[in-house]
């Protein structure tokens, strides 16, 4: 399994909603393949992206969506 690192540069596991250095919320961005911070105010070049919305239902996702794209993302697209 890749690991990944924060902005912050703490590890991250794919798993992971939250850091646990900086505690930022982060998802999994399918678009960079990486794991990153929600909206993150320091990285300007990526577009604003919310949690995918399995993640506030249900808190089962940590994909992430583009903020004026779906609610769901690719991932959770897929299921019924």
Do not use: I
Request: aromatic share 8%.
């Amino acid at each position: 399994m890749k690991n990944f690192s924060c902005s912050c540069g703490q590890t991250l596991f794919f798993e992971n909603t939250r850091c646990l250095n900086c505690e930022k919320e982060v998802g999994f961005d399918p678009s960079a393949m990486a794991m990153r911070a929600v909206n993150d105010e320091q990285n300007l070049d990526l577009p604003k992206a919310k949690l995918c919305k399995n993640s506030a239902d249900y808190n089962v996702c940590n994909w992430l969506v583009q903020e004026d794209d779906q609610q769901y993302c690719l991932s959770c697209r897929l299921n019924h």
